[in-house]
Structure formats: structure tokens, C-alpha cells
């Protein structure tokens, strides 16, 4: 079974443009949730989405913005870029059972530099 | 709110080693804790997902312990090798009625095992 696959891997922009990352998870999976991954931070939880609902979402500006679509597939929008939203991006999918209890599985993330 | 912490930051070993990562969380009433491991510049690899009602979880070399009652879990790492060189990183998702996929992430344990 494949994992699960983000894309672009590598992604440079400038100060106030705007980005979509997106994330394919693994096959069956209806979860995706995505992380932000900066040296000062960690790892941070921007939001999830499941059945094409945001189910929770991180505290983060409204700049960041998701959706996902029927095949589970999702997007990650970021407007309006600054400095310090340089860092990695991961995408996890999990089969979202009942009580919640399973296992998130990762992308290889999107290394996003603002210029 | 709840908290992580992973003690000791770095860690450096000779090759056959065993070894125990710490990892601790300030709110007991979680649904389960999962280990990562993160090569550099790449994704987070599921190494195990111990849920609340379990004490131990078992793979291969690998062996995590959860004591709810105390805010602890332990990976211990058997005979280490220079392929375990890794971060290696704890999380759990939310208490009471949060989504079990909102993790919230220890800040890891850089682990070096030396030739």
C-alpha cells in the first residue's frame, strides 16, 4: 500500500504571496490532519479534516486554511506569507475508528523557505 | 492544556547499547501515546501506538511502557545500532473530548549511536 505522498517537496516563495500544499493519504484513510514543523516551535497541530469537515483546528491564523475532498485528498492554503511561516509542512492520514485510538501515519512533508 | 516533555534532549551511545528515551505529559486522561522517530529533513515514522488501557507495546527491539497514573511512558531501544540515529519523538492527543488525532508533540530525543 502506498503512504502517504505530499506535494511539492520543496517549495521557495516570497513575502505576502500565497501557497497550496497538498497531501494524498493513504489509501482508506478518511483523516488528514497537518503540522507545522519550525527549530523554535516543534511540532504543531494546524488542523484536521474528515469527510470533508474540519473537525479541529490549532491555533494558528486564519491565513492557514485547509480543505479536503472527496477522495480524502487535502489541501493546505497559506496567504499572505511571512518570514517565520518558513518551515516544514507534514501531512498524516489515519483511518479515524471509533474512539479515535489509531495511528497516524506521515508524509515526507513540504519544505516551504519565505523569502 | 496538556504538555509534553522528553528528557534527555540528546543522547549519544555506543553501538550496543540499550538504552531508554523518556517521555512525560501532564494530563493523564489520554486515549493513547504514540512513538515517532524523524530522520533528518524527512517525515515522522510510527514506531508504536500504546493505547490507554495497555501498559507495554512490543516491536522487535523496541518496547514502550505507559504509566497513566504518573504521566510517564519509556521507549526502551535493545541493542542499539547506528541506523537508530534518529530524533525520536512522543505525542498524545488531547484529554477529555478532543480529537485523538490533535496530537501535541514532545520536543524529541536526538539520538546518536556511534560505529
Known amino acids: 500500500k502506498a503512504g502517504v505522498t505530499q506535494t511539492p517537496r520543496y517549495l521557495i516563495k516570497t513575502r505576502g504571496q500565497q501557497v497550496t500544499l497538498s497531501c494524498s493519504p493513504i489509501?482508506?484513510?478518511?483523516?488528514v490532519s497537518w503540522y507545522q514543523q519550525t527549530p523554535g516551535q516543534g511540532l504543531q497541530f494546524l488542523f484536521e479534516y474528515f469527510s470533508e469537515t474540519q473537525r479541529n483546528k490549532g491555533n494558528f491564523p486564519g491565513r492557514f486554511s485547509g480543505r479536503q475532498f472527496s477522495n480524502s485528498r487535502s489541501e493546505m492554503n497559506v496567504s499572505t506569507l511571512e518570514l517565520g511561516d518558513s518551515a516544514l509542512y507534514l501531512c498524516?492520514?489515519?483511518?479515524?475508528?471509533?474512539?479515535?485510538?489509531?495511528?497516524?501515519?506521515f508524509g515526507p512533508g513540504t519544505r516551504l523557505t519565505v523569502l | 492544556k496538556q504538555e509534553v516533555t522528553q528528557i534527555p534532549a540528546a543522547l549519544s551511545v555506543p553501538e550496543g547499547e540499550n538504552l531508554v528515551l523518556n517521555c512525560s505529559f501532564t494530563?493523564?486522561?489520554?486515549?493513547?501515546l504514540q512513538w515517532f522517530r524523524q530522520d533528518p529533513g524527512k517525515g515522522l515514522t510510527s514506531l508504536l501506538l500504546i493505547q490507554s488501557s495497555q501498559r507495554e507495546q512490543t516491536s522487535g527491539r523496541l518496547n514502550a511502557s505507559l504509566d497513566k497514573s504518573s504521566g510517564r511512558s519509556t521507549l526502551y531501544i535493545a541493542a542499539s545500532q547506528p541506523g537508530d540515529s534518529a530524533t525520536y519523538l512522543c505525542?498524545?492527543?488531547?484529554?477529555?473530548?478532543?480529537?485523538?488525532?490533535?496530537?501535541?508533540f514532545g520536543s524529541g530525543t536526538q539520538l546518536t549511536v556511534l560505529p
Open positions: 494530563d493523564s486522561a489520554i486515549y493513547n
Open positions: 489509501s482508506g484513510h478518511r483523516s
Open positions: 505525542a498524545v492527543p488531547p484529554s477529555g473530548a478532543g480529537s485523538a488525532r490533535q496530537l501535541t
Open positions: 498524516a492520514s489515519s483511518i479515524a475508528g471509533q474512539g479515535g485510538s489509531d495511528t497516524q501515519y
